[in-house]
């Protein structure tokens, strides 16, 4: 008798079962394991992974690497691959290459070459040396090429412009060199450009219109050749458009590209001008810095908004009064070195302050007790510690935002922000650890510090004329790079009254590891009443180590005080000296004349004897 359908159904399944059960573990289904990557790509694989020094990781050679997968997975460190399969004849391609963080990874292996069927490869935050070579021409499937934060130099290989499907491009944070690469106007597949922290020169080609499909774009320490915006066309999906420090020197269009929808737009440090109302048309969007340019002109009411974190510092020729700011307001504006007129402004006393700031014509005749001292406890609390005099760090626990400043109350010192992360939209502003320092000076003061992503600057207001010691507090509280030999780097630049005074500076390095203190003491003349202290990133260092936006400056505190013999003048001649000196003047003349008399004596009398002598031989004479 045939078996019932619900029997029979119950047998299929129990069959099924066991066939499952009889397949051997791993880490794809069953119907996979048959499956084994090509030999080709294996040999290539294995000798990329051998001249990095992951040989071991990587398993005995007979283990197929597409059933392995993954060998070193953490926030610092990464090396695993991705592969796609062909269900007809059970053989697996590598497409995804990931291998980052590995201070040890310094070489372009040539076999990497023979993965030709790569989409993906990132080998960011490496320590990879040497010109890119032209052979990445044999990986034309490349849809994201991430190289970012390596050491690599040399101009951008020409074979480069074989990868017509890339959509993901970051190229950061090396020393390549040459033009900007005209022919990267025909990856018109890219929606993620990033290219600045190098050596790269302008203009932005004209060509880069082509780029429609573009999401994010990031250009910036370009140097030489003057660029304009002719290049900016109507690109529906642009979110981010960041062009800092690009050398352009046009004014915005007088009818602006369609950019329905942008949110973050940075035009920092270029030589922009005309006039501020041409800002209008991006006043949608939440991010917008256009310090450090010549814009002209009245702040028009329309662009504050309460959602907007808005930067025009350093626009000398702005004018008039500023608009009213909204009382739900969530970020201040920065308007540090413009001339925006006080006098029917709320707070005018404070506004007429950062004025002078910028145009470095405070006067001094208001401070009718200039101050010789001055110190800040970056990010933390106030704090008193006790030296030979009493020393305060005033409280700098402000929030900055995305743009903003803060005047002390006693109007002695200022502190100006600006910068925010185009993917993380909130800043921290201030860091702070728990842990203790021990074995240094006032060691509270680095457990707290502020940061930013862009520039960071502060003012003294009011010293009197005269030599200073300034002294920088610094302790890397963010980024371990020991943790797991991590690749995590913060470098940035100070400026002290205008006068670079370090390069790409890097706390750790400088102090000998993670969360470790150290100082920088810098001898300083001021002449007017204002000491600026800017620390700016210049494009360089790491990302997003360990969080996105883990980058740009930080300082933990700052003092300024007069050196103990602030003119280099010798102490005066303490008066007991003055005696034995005035003896020895006394005996040194003393002496010279006696002998001067001695010498005329014996003249006198040679003259004598001579006389004698001839009247003696010649009485007629």
């Given at each position: 008798m045939a078996p019932s359908p619900p029997l029979l159904l119950l047998l299929l399944v129990l069959t099924g079962l066991g066939l499952a059960a009889a397949q051997p573990e791993g880490p794809f289904p069953?119907?996979?394991?048959?499956?084994?990557?090509?030999a080709a790509d294996a040999a290539a694989l294995r000798a990329v992974f051998q001249q990095w020094g992951l040989a071991a990781a990587a398993g005995a050679p007979e283990e197929d690497p597409c059933q392995k997968r993954v060998w070193l997975q953490s926030f610092a460190t990464n090396a695993s691959i991705d592969c796609g399969c062909d269900a007809a004849n059970g053989e697996c391609r590598i497409t995804h290459l990931n291998v980052t963080g590995f201070w040890n990874i310094s070489v372009i292996p040539p076999a990497l070459f023979n993965l030709t069927e790569l989409v993906s490869l990132d080998l960011s935050n490496n320590n990879l040396s040497g010109s890119i070579p032209p052979e990445v021409s044999n990986l034309s499937k490349l849809e994201t090429w991430h190289f970012n934060n390596n050491k690599l130099s040399g101009p951008f290989p020409n074979e480069s412009s074989r990868l017509g499907s890339l959509q993901s491009l970051w190229m950061f944070d090396n020393y390549i060199e040459g033009l900007l690469p005209e022919f990267i106007a025909n990856f018109t597949n890219l929606t993620d450009l990033r290219i600045y922290?190098?050596?790269?020169?302008?203009?932005?080609?004209?060509?880069?219109?082509?780029?429609?499909?573009?999401?994010?774009?990031?250009?910036?320490?370009?140097?030489?050749?003057?660029?304009?915006?002719?290049?900016?066309?109507?690109?529906?999906?642009?979110?981010?458009?960041?062009?800092?420090?690009?050398?352009?020197?046009?004014?915005?269009?007088?009818?602006?590209?369609?950019?329905?929808?942008?949110?973050?737009?940075?035009?920092?440090?270029?030589?922009?001008?005309?006039?501020?109302?041409?800002?209008?048309?991006?006043?949608?969007?939440?991010?917008?810095?256009?310090?450090?340019?010549?814009?002209?002109?009245?702040?028009?009411?329309?662009?504050?908004?309460?959602?907007?974190?808005?930067?025009?510092?350093?626009?000398?020729?702005?004018?008039?009064?500023?608009?009213?700011i909204p009382a739900d307001r969530k970020w201040p504006i920065n308007y540090i070195g413009t001339s925006i007129d006080a006098s029917r402004t709320i707070n005018s006393e404070n506004l007429t302050l950062l004025n002078c700031l910028g145009m470095k014509e405070c006067n001094r005749t208001s401070y009718t007790n200039p101050i010789t001292s001055f110190a800040v406890n970056c990010g933390g609390k106030q704090k008193t510690y006790q030296d030979s005099l009493p020393i305060t760090f005033s409280d700098d626990t402000s929030n900055l935002g995305a743009a903003g400043i803060h005047v002390d109350t006693d109007k002695q010192w200022v502190v100006s922000h600006v910068g925010s992360?185009?993917?993380?939209?909130?800043?921290?502003?201030?860091?702070?650890?728990?842990?203790?320092?021990?074995?240094?000076?006032?060691?509270e003061l680095y457990q707290t510090a502020r940061t930013s992503r862009s520039a960071l600057s502060y003012y003294v207001v009011g010293l009197s004329n005269g030599k200073y010691t300034v002294q920088l507090f610094f302790a890397e509280i963010v980024i371990d790079s020991q943790l797991n030999h991590g690749p995590g780097r913060r470098l940035f630049n100070i400026d002290i009254q205008d006068q670079n005074i370090k390069t790409d500076f890097d706390i750790t390095k400088e102090a000998g590891g993670f969360r470790r203190p150290m100082n920088i003491t810098y001898e300083v003349t001021v002449d007017n009443p204002v000491l600026k202290i800017h620390l700016y990133?210049?494009?360089?260092?790491?990302?997003?180590?360990?969080?996105?936006?883990?980058?740009?400056?930080?300082?933990?505190?700052?003092?300024?005080?007069?050196?103990?013999?602030?003119?280099?003048?010798?102490?005066?001649?303490?008066?007991?000296?003055?005696?034995?000196?005035?003896?020895?003047?006394?005996?040194?003349?003393?002496?010279?004349?006696?002998?001067?008399?001695?010498?005329?004596?014996?003249?006198?009398?040679?003259?004598?004897?001579?006389?004698?002598?001839?009247?003696?031989k010649h009485p007629n004479a």
């Amino acid at each position: 008798m045939a078996p019932s359908p619900p029997l029979l159904l119950l047998l299929l399944v129990l069959t099924g079962l066991g066939l499952a059960a009889a397949q051997p573990e791993g880490p794809f289904p069953p119907f996979q394991q048959q499956r084994s990557t090509n030999a080709a790509d294996a040999a290539a694989l294995r000798a990329v992974f051998q001249q990095w020094g992951l040989a071991a990781a990587a398993g005995a050679p007979e283990e197929d690497p597409c059933q392995k997968r993954v060998w070193l997975q953490s926030f610092a460190t990464n090396a695993s691959i991705d592969c796609g399969c062909d269900a007809a004849n059970g053989e697996c391609r590598i497409t995804h290459l990931n291998v980052t963080g590995f201070w040890n990874i310094s070489v372009i292996p040539p076999a990497l070459f023979n993965l030709t069927e790569l989409v993906s490869l990132d080998l960011s935050n490496n320590n990879l040396s040497g010109s890119i070579p032209p052979e990445v021409s044999n990986l034309s499937k490349l849809e994201t090429w991430h190289f970012n934060n390596n050491k690599l130099s040399g101009p951008f290989p020409n074979e480069s412009s074989r990868l017509g499907s890339l959509q993901s491009l970051w190229m950061f944070d090396n020393y390549i060199e040459g033009l900007l690469p005209e022919f990267i106007a025909n990856f018109t597949n890219l929606t993620d450009l990033r290219i600045y922290g190098m050596k790269l020169r302008g203009p932005i080609p004209k060509n880069f219109s082509n780029l429609i499909n573009l999401e994010k774009l990031m250009l910036g320490d370009l140097d030489g050749g003057n660029s304009t915006f002719n290049f900016i066309a109507d690109w529906a999906n642009l979110s981010t458009l960041s062009l800092r420090k690009c050398g352009i020197i046009d004014q915005l269009p007088s009818t602006p590209p369609k950019l329905p929808k942008l949110t973050y737009l940075d035009l920092r440090s270029n030589n922009l001008s005309g006039s501020i109302q041409q800002l209008l048309p991006y006043r949608s969007s939440r991010y917008l810095y256009v310090g450090e340019n010549n814009f002209s002109g009245q702040l028009p009411s329309e662009i504050v908004q309460s959602s907007l974190a808005l930067d025009i510092s350093y626009n000398p020729l702005l004018n008039g009064s500023l608009p009213n700011i909204p009382a739900d307001r969530k970020w201040p504006i920065n308007y540090i070195g413009t001339s925006i007129d006080a006098s029917r402004t709320i707070n005018s006393e404070n506004l007429t302050l950062l004025n002078c700031l910028g145009m470095k014509e405070c006067n001094r005749t208001s401070y009718t007790n200039p101050i010789t001292s001055f110190a800040v406890n970056c990010g933390g609390k106030q704090k008193t510690y006790q030296d030979s005099l009493p020393i305060t760090f005033s409280d700098d626990t402000s929030n900055l935002g995305a743009a903003g400043i803060h005047v002390d109350t006693d109007k002695q010192w200022v502190v100006s922000h600006v910068g925010s992360d185009p993917v993380v939209s909130e800043s921290p502003g201030i860091v702070n650890t728990n842990q203790g320092f021990l074995g240094v000076d006032m060691p509270e003061l680095y457990q707290t510090a502020r940061t930013s992503r862009s520039a960071l600057s502060y003012y003294v207001v009011g010293l009197s004329n005269g030599k200073y010691t300034v002294q920088l507090f610094f302790a890397e509280i963010v980024i371990d790079s020991q943790l797991n030999h991590g690749p995590g780097r913060r470098l940035f630049n100070i400026d002290i009254q205008d006068q670079n005074i370090k390069t790409d500076f890097d706390i750790t390095k400088e102090a000998g590891g993670f969360r470790r203190p150290m100082n920088i003491t810098y001898e300083v003349t001021v002449d007017n009443p204002v000491l600026k202290i800017h620390l700016y990133w210049n494009g360089r260092g790491t990302c997003c180590i360990p969080y996105e936006g883990a980058y740009g400056p930080l300082v933990s505190a700052i003092r300024v005080f007069r050196p103990k013999n602030p003119n280099n003048i010798p102490p005066p001649t303490p008066p007991r000296s003055a005696r034995p000196d005035n003896k020895r003047r006394g005996v040194v003349v003393g002496i010279a004349a006696l002998c001067i008399a001695m010498a005329v004596i014996s003249s006198s009398v040679a003259y004598l004897w001579w006389k004698w002598v001839s009247l003696v031989k010649h009485p007629n004479a």
